[in-house]
């Protein structure tokens, strides 16, 4: 047979041992070589009066089979008496078992507050004390073993116990955190939860499982619980007539009353989930705090990853072929193109919506509904710090030119990009009057400055942009938009004021008011529309885009574009700045159409762009003058076939100066063509570059040919 455990040279105080359980723990314990303090009050079992008899007897009892022990008459109240009596005449304090307990059962509506307080005193400050007094002996010894007495009518509740209940229920609590506090120092502390016969249960339980439930019975499962191989700490042992087993806090598997991060919570909402809530099915044990805090974090993470929630707005957009026109206006469609007639012209035969039009329903819907107001969790969003960070479309089928959409926009995510700020992607479907779906947008609202409320960086609801391949651009097309262009793009909807507004707009950080992200958009998306679909709208599948930096009205676009079989990625940048202003943009196209002179068309676009930068350049290369005027260059040009000596370019103006002149003034010139490659020898029409040239400059005089180039036409014509 396996050796006995022994408790030899340890030192147990047990509190309430003058009979019943704390009785059977002390004689248990010195029987296998423990020295005892046996402690009793020797009161009665409502806690009245005192005697020193019980302690005294068992004392006799364990000194008569040999065993070591001293008795202690003092009230748990007393704690560190009791301890004291233990250092006293052991020197050392190794097990305490806090079993001292009384009853003062009524019915909770008869319970005065001397009974809660007795009751509390003796079970819970009571084990306080006592453990108070051994914490630190044990802790320096680097050795303990604590057990607390509590009771099933703690864990589940009792009639007439709600004193004891309570008190019992703490007990659990302190057992709990003591476990964690003395585990660095080997102080191990476990609770009982016995079901015995003692004084306290004689007339509680019934008799005949009364002379079942011997003391004798659970003191083995007490002392295992204060051997020093036993490794349990902080464990719940429910224990009676030889049976033992541990108890444990269960939690269900639970449930998010909310949908998403963003959402408050109603009472409806809570009654709504309650059978969720109550569903114990898939309970797991609640071990530690770590374990309890980490399912919220991992809860709050789903419902920041969550999908949108039910709060769907839904509002109708109705536009007519005006509301098309004047939109086709506001991104750069121009009589000067016959081939955009289509978008201009309502009695046009192929009269139709440009493809970047099909966000404007949603958007506008979207913009108007307060959705985004408190979108960020803890913040309400500024509106002067609001851009447009990023803009998708899916078209899932041809709109008329005029009717009513119905759209259903939702927040999607919300992002937080830390100091930089904060992305709501809100999520548009838009459906026509047969209730098909037309398109699905997703529109990302970049809010500077609202990060960093705790939120997640990345979400799998964001529809992507795509790299552009790294060869030079396949085309590329320029065109420059007008000063006027947001106050025209406006009259599609879009009243941010940061687009009219100067002091608006320098709320928003910027000198002066920017383009909308949506009309640069259409203006590139017009650009791949014309040079790979033959401006056909109806061949468009999607359009992505980032807007990276501002455009200001009055700049030059230039849109590169890469084609990867029917995906046209583009970036757009700005003349006059040289930033990228869309990235990571493309159109999937149904089939691609390129256009007929794509080749020439894109290598005249870049002869003026490298026309433009040569200028640029050989300005650059006059310091003293660019220093002088700041940014502004000089040029030589000639004016009516004459050398005008030095002219003034304002890049960022894009206005010529005389020479000597302050930038403002304004010069009406005559721009001379004088050289055969200037013009189109069939038709007298200028060259594109140069066109760009004189737009550019801001030439408003007219065109005059030399003599030279009048002659050539004349032949051409004559050929
Ligand atoms: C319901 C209401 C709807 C309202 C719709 C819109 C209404 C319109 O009237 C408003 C407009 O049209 S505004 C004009 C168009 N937009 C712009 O001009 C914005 C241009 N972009 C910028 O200035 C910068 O990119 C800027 C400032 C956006 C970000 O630049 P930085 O602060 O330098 O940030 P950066 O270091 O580049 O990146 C930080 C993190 O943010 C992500 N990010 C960057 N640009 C983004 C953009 N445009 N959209 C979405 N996310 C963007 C980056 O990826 C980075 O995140 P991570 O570190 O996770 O990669």
Not at 360 to 386: R, Y
Not at 628 to 657: E, H, M, P, R, S
């Amino acid at each position: 047979m396996a050796e006995k455990l022994r408790f030899n040279g340890r030192v147990a105080v047990v509190t309430g041992a003058g009979a019943g359980l704390g009785r059977t723990y002390a004689l248990l314990l010195a029987e296998r070589g423990a020295s005892v303090v046996v402690n009793d009050l020797g009161g009665g079992r409502h806690g009245d009066g005192s005697s020193t008899k019980a302690a005294d007897t068992v004392v006799e009892e364990i000194k008569a089979k040999g065993g070591k022990a001293v008795p202690d008459y003092n009230s748990v109240e007393d704690g560190e008496k009791i301890i004291q009596t233990a250092l006293d005449n052991f020197g050392r304090v190794d097990i305490l078992i806090n079993n001292a307990g009384i009853l003062r059962d009524r019915t909770f509506a008869r319970i005065s507050d001397q009974d809660w307080d007795l009751v509390h005193r003796v079970h819970l400050k009571g084990s306080f004390k006592t453990t108070q007094a051994a914490w630190p002996h044990m802790r320096k010894q680097q050795y303990g073993r604590i057990i607390m007495t509590s009771s099933q009518s703690g864990l589940c509740g009792n009639f007439g116990q709600a004193n004891y209940s309570a008190a019992k229920y703490g007990l659990v609590g302190l057992n709990n955190t003591l476990a964690l506090e003395g585990d660095k120092y080997n102080i191990h502390c476990n609770t009982i939860v016995p079901t015995a016969a003692s004084r306290l249960t004689e007339d509680i339980l019934p008799p005949d499982m009364f002379a079942e439930l011997r003391p004798c019975l659970i003191a083995p499962v007490v002392a295992w619980l204060c051997h020093e191989s036993c490794g349990d700490n902080g464990s719940i042992i429910d224990s009676g007539a030889g049976y033992a087993a541990q108890c444990q806090m269960y939690r269900g598997e639970g449930v998010s009353l909310r949908k998403r991060i963003t959402d408050d919570l109603s009472i409806e909402d809570v009654r709504d989930s309650w059978e969720k809530v109550t569903d114990m099915s898939k309970a797991t044990p609640l071990t530690t705090i770590q374990a309890a805090t980490s399912n919220l974090m991992t809860v709050l993470e789903e419902l920041r990853t969550a999908p949108a929630s039910g709060k769907v707005v839904k509002d109708k957009f109705s536009y007519t072929p005006r509301d098309l026109i004047i939109y086709a206006l506001g991104v750069g469609a121009s009589t000067k193109n016959p081939d955009d007639l289509r978008f201009l012209y309502e009695n046009h035969e192929d009269f139709a919506a440009l493809p970047s039009f099909y966000i404007i329903p949603g958007q506008m819907v979207g913009m108007f509904s307060g959705l985004i107001d408190n979108a960020i969790p803890g913040k309400t969003v500024d509106p002067t710090q609001l851009l447009h960070g990023e803009q998708f479309v899916e078209i899932l089928k041809p709109i008329s030119t005029s009717g009513t959409l119905t759209n259903q926009c939702q927040i999607a995510d919300v992002l937080d990009k830390g100091s930089k700020g904060a992305v709501i992607l809100m999520d548009i479907d838009t459906f026509d009057e047969e209730g098909d779906q037309v398109a699905h947008s997703q529109m990302t609202v970049f809010i500077r400055g609202a990060g960093e409320f705790g939120g997640r960086q990345s979400s799998n609801k964001q529809i992507m942009c795509a790299d552009r391949p790294k060869r030079k651009a396949d085309a590329s097309r320029i065109q420059a938009t007008i000063l006027d262009q947001a106050a025209l793009y406006r009259l599609s909807g879009d009243a941010n004021p940061l687009h009219i507004d100067p002091n608006f707009a320098s709320m928003g950080g910027f000198d002066r008011p920017i383009l909308h992200g949506m009309a640069t958009l259409g203006f590139a998306t017009k650009h791949v529309l014309e040079l790979y679909a033959g401006n056909d709208p109806s061949l468009v599948k999607t359009i992505k885009v980032r807007f990276t930096k501002p455009v200001l009205p009055g700049h030059t676009l230039k849109t590169d574009m890469w084609r990867e079989g029917h995906r046209i990625h583009f970036e757009t940048s700005t003349i006059e700045t040289g930033n990228i202003v869309i990235s990571g943009a493309y159109m999937d196209l149904k089939e691609v159409q390129p256009a007929v002179n794509l080749h020439k068309v894109a290598a005249e676009s870049l002869k003026c762009e490298e026309m433009f930068n040569d200028m640029r350049k050989r300005m650059e290369a006059d310091p003293a003058t660019a220093k002088k005027i700041n940014g502004v260059f000089l040029y030589n040009i000639t004016k009516n076939g004459q050398a005008a000596g030095k002219w003034v370019v304002d890049l960022k103006q894009c206005k010529l100066y005389k020479g000597d002149a302050e930038p403002g003034v304004k010069v009406d010139t005559t721009l001379t063509v004088d050289d055969q490659d200037m013009i189109d020898i069939t038709t007298g029409k200028l060259n594109p570059q140069v066109a760009f040239m004189k737009q550019k400059l801001k030439i408003t005089g007219n065109i005059m040919l030399t003599q030279k180039l009048q002659g050539l036409l004349k032949a051409q014509s004559k050929l």
